[in-house]
């Protein structure tokens, strides 16, 4: 069986719009999954942060208590140690060398108290930096996805009328023999 020229041009048409179409739908599906993928990934990324800043709270309570046991020992120890002395000088007279000797011991014990305070402040913001470093690294997952772009409906269409102006020229010929394209002006 043997078609004429018109029908082939015409079944040509019909397959380019076609394929143009089916094109655009599979560029279309393919942005939706996409985009799926991509609201699953920041679900994802949502839960991996609110885990993160709540281990990062765990961590800087867990730290505090530390530091507070740590300054309530020091503490503990400290009130012991000028409990001793104040003893000892009670019992051998006491004086103006024992007055100045607590008193240093005093002095002494609140720099340390004062130290451990500093250092138990050091740790916290660390723990805070570090909490700040690993949320930005999470949250970066999230720019490093990729972008979804959907088809252009005016490239579909410009691809079909593309195909439209083919099938005018070939029927052009088919119609006009002696005209070699549509695109030039007849003599």
Known sequence: MSLDPGTLALLSL????????IQYQSQANAADAQEQANNIA????QKEELL?????????????????AEANQY????????????????????????????????????QDLAT?????????SELSLNENAQITSIRNK???????????????ALSIAGSGIQYADRMNKINNPKSTSIYRATE
């Open 42 to 45: 920041r679900e994802q990324i």
């Open 142 to 156: 999230t720019s490093a996805l990729p972008m979804v772009s959907q088809p252009s409906l005016a490239g579909t």
């Open 75 to 110: 503490a503990l120890e400290a009130q012991r140690s000028r409990a001793a002395l104040a003893a000892m000088l009670g019992e051998f007279g006491g004086g103006n060398t024992g007055e100045r000797r607590l008193a240093t011991i005093g002095v002494q014990q609140g």
């Open 116 to 124: 451990i305070q500093s250092n138990a402040d050091r740790k916290q």
């Open 52 to 68: 993160a800043r709540s281990n990062a709270e765990r961590q800087r309570q867990a730290q505090r208590e530390a530091d507070t």
């Open 14 to 21: 019909a397959a380019s719009a076609g394929s143009a179409v």
